[in-house]
């Protein structure tokens, strides 16, 4: 199986913009998902098919991506973004993979 | 509303077994594949087991395979996962989640279920 390199940590100042990189082999091939995780809940699919964002979900989310690097961009960040975020991706063979996880902490 | 609701979780000794449920509402169950994604205590995520819409398709991660079996009852909308020969490291929360259209993401999540390994 592969993997999904993520930087453990991030921080940012409310109203600056948090970027949080997902490095691996496969994904110029397979999209790239992401998640936010606040402590105690459920993860939420914050973007789908590496630049969607699902209905509810704020526009200050987006996604890129370039080669083997997927970036989530979080524009204008805001305090209750504070959390753990996490990139997935999946290949045809019914195999998930979940990148380890950024905590971004708002200052 | 979209609703999925785990249960089953709890206490059991090394080499125990133990059946997860997920209770599903809101949707077409079985046009759907359905997964279970587990998280060890402070800890990231980690993808288990998936089904296909009709049950006719398992995937497990290598993790599990040979241990756990994923199952559904397309009458009832209901996800089962049977856990034997459980390990220390199974412990974590177990996540039922609802695949995507495209089969290739989770949208929707349980709250979570709650297993502990331990003598």
């Known amino acids: 199986s592969y993997e999904l390199t993520q930087p453990p940590s991030v921080s940012v100042s409310p109203g600056q913009t948090a970027r949080i990189t997902c490095s691996g082999d496969a994904l110029p091939k397979q999209y790239a998902y992401w998640y936010q995780q606040k402590p105690g809940q459920a993860p939420v699919l914050v973007i789908y098919q590496d630049n969607e964002r699902p209905s509810g979900i704020p526009e200050r989310f987006s996604g890129s991506g370039s080669g083997t690097t997927v970036t989530l961009t979080i524009s204008g960040v805001q305090a209750e973004d504070e959390a753990d975020y996490y990139c997935?991706?999946?290949?045809?063979?019914?195999?998930?993979?979940f990148g380890s996880g950024t905590k971004v902490t708002v200052l | 509303e979209v609703q999925l609701l785990e249960s089953g979780g709890g206490l059991v000794q090394p080499g125990g077994s133990l059946r997860l449920s997920c209770a599903a509402s809101?949707?077409?169950?079985?046009?759907?594949?359905m997964s279970w994604v587990r998280q060890a205590p402070g800890k990231g995520l980690e993808w288990v087991s998936t089904?296909?819409?009709?049950?006719?398709?398992?995937y497990y991660a290598d993790s599990v395979k040979g241990r756990f079996t994923i199952s559904r009852d397309n009458f009832k909308n209901t996800l089962y996962l049977q856990m034997n020969s459980l390990r220390a490291e199974d412990t974590a929360v177990y996540y039922c989640a609802k695949t995507t259209g495209d089969g290739f993401a989770f949208d929707i999540w349980g709250q979570g279920t709650m297993v502990t390994v331990s003598s």
């Open positions: 809101g949707f077409t169950f079985s046009s759907y594949a």
């Open positions: 089904i296909s819409g009709t049950g006719g398709s398992t």
């Open positions: 997935q991706s999946a290949d045809s063979s019914g195999t998930y993979v």
